[in-house]
């Protein structure tokens, strides 16, 4: 992947493309350009969806071990042995700050100017969601003097994660109460440029709802006073029905959907690297869940899957060369921020916070993951189903159902998250450390900071451990 060569502090303008190369994902044009902000809008997503659905996705499928390095291959040997380095993951924290929320900003102070509050709104959201992941990855990062390089804000301080959800649930607030009906300069665009919703403001305050859902429940062990402000948002009863994602993606080169681009397609790494991991592949046989067939191939010239213990590299004389699984990405996949059976799962968890029952949620949830690839879940969740949810077992039994059902939606499509969710819970409680892992028994927790603020930015913190836990990491 190309590196971008620009020094994170300084926060320069993102090129704008014309929305004939909007899925030109793996460009980087050289030459910045205005443009109006119904246009900066969708490249600001897809800045966004670069990063979280690329080489973050990547991160999620193996620190979840949905997937594992293939033992004949190099590639994230790194990732997998946790000996994780500032520079590896430096490219993609700079493009999301560059490539993601300068421009959310951009588009927001040209929709504030006339006064097109559907546009500021989306953006609002888009950038909450961008900042979401990268506290959860990072802790401390800008947040208040980020990308104003060319205000003179070129050191921008770092801020602990804690005070960053405050102030992006504050300004999706804020957002959500301008007269987004009534703005003008709105009609057609958003139906044109908005490749969320197309425009669709409804569903845009479900994903706000949604999102907010996700940072308090996030927050339980470390802040549960939000138990209030999840107990709003139930009583609303406004969340997604449709997964907030970005699709329009082709089997053309520069159009791919971003991890196959560079996981599988022969411009990337030639699908090389990710292959079956055991403890995903046993837990799924072992249920007989059908799931299993639109994640993962058989192993070559057989019938069967095959997969190693995560971090595993044996000899091609025990395992032969092409011998595992590889997983079932495809150019055309959408890269999904939030879905359906997430916000049924959030919602069954902050209903059995608040003391009500989330089976019905619960239940919705693993019917949601189900039917994403055509298939019926029911007989999964009907009484005496492998998926029957816990309705007489204490929190941690329903805890532990639902976001181990949430870990298997995760797969292929948002496994950055079951990777924060496992952090936060210990569900499922059935991954292993990596068998080649650097430090011996225990589980990463972070990311490093970036290199490129390490080198540059006197108001970097000190590196912490990747073992480290996160704000919210409590329980």
């Avoid at 403001?201 to 402000?229: G, H, S």
Wanted: charged share 20%; proline share 4%; with cysteine.
């Amino acid at each position: 992947m190309k590196k971008i060569a620009i020094i994170l502090s300084v926060f320069l303008t993102l090129s704008i493309q014309s929305c004939d190369d909007f899925f030109d994902v793996n460009n980087n044009p050289d030459q910045p350009v205005d443009a109006p902000y119904y246009m900066i809008h969708p490249r600001a997503v897809l800045g966004t969806a670069a990063v979280t659905g690329g080489q973050y996705a990547i991160l999620g499928s193996l620190w979840s071990e949905h997937f594992t390095q293939s033992h004949v291959a190099q590639q994230y040997w790194q990732w997998i042995c946790n000996n994780i380095t500032p520079g590896l993951f430096s490219s993609s924290f700079d493009r999301l700050y560059i490539d993601a929320i300068k421009n959310y900003e951009l588009v927001k102070s040209k929709a504030e100017a006339v006064e097109n509050w559907k546009y500021y709104f989306m953006s609002t959201v888009m950038e909450a969601y961008t900042y979401q992941v990268l506290v959860d990855l990072h802790d401390e990062v800008p947040f208040s003097e980020a990308v104003q390089g060319l205000n003179g804000l070129v050191h921008p301080k770092y801020e602990k994660g804690q005070d960053i959800y405050n102030e992006l649930i504050n300004l999706i607030n804020a957002a959500a109460d301008k007269d987004l009906t009534g703005s003008s300069n709105n009609e057609g665009e958003a139906g044109t440029y908005d490749k969320i919703f197309q425009g669709d403001v409804n569903k845009w305050k479900q994903f706000a709802n949604t999102l907010k859902l996700r940072m308090y429940i996030r927050q339980r062990y470390a802040n549960p006073a939000v138990l209030d402000d999840v107990k709003d948002l139930l009583t609303e009863n406004n969340f997604l029905t449709v997964d907030a994602k970005i699709g329009g993606f082709s089997n053309e080169s520069g159009k791919y959907n971003p991890l196959y681009g560079s996981e599988v397609s022969s411009n990337g790494l030639g699908n090389a690297n990710i292959r079956g991991c055991n403890t995903f592949l046993n837990f799924m046989q072992s249920n007989n869940d059908m799931r299993l067939g639109y994640i993962y191939k058989y192993a070559r010239n057989t019938t069967t899957y095959v997969g190693l213990d995560y971090g595993d590299r044996p000899s091609t004389s025990v395992v032969p060369a092409d011998g595992l699984s590889e997983g079932l990405f495809a150019a055309t996949d959408p890269v999904v921020f939030l879905s359906v059976a997430e916000s049924q799962f959030l919602q069954a968890e902050a209903k059995e916070w608040a003391g009500q029952s989330g089976k019905d949620n619960y239940d919705a949830g693993v019917l949601a993951s189900f039917a994403k690839f055509g298939l019926d879940g029911s007989a999964y969740i009907a009484a005496g189903g492998v998926y029957e949810y816990p309705s007489t077992g204490d929190f941690e039994e329903k805890q532990k159902a639902i976001i181990t059902q949430k870990w298997v939606d995760c797969a292929i499509s948002n496994p950055i998250e079951s990777f924060f969710e496992f952090n936060r819970t210990g569900y499922p409680d059935i991954l292993i450390p990596s068998v080649n892992s650097v430090f011996t028994g225990t589980f990463p927790k972070r990311l490093p900071f970036s290199q490129s603020s390490i080198s540059t930015n006197p108001n970097c913190p000190e590196v912490k451990d990747i073992r480290e836990k996160v704000w919210w990491d409590k329980k």
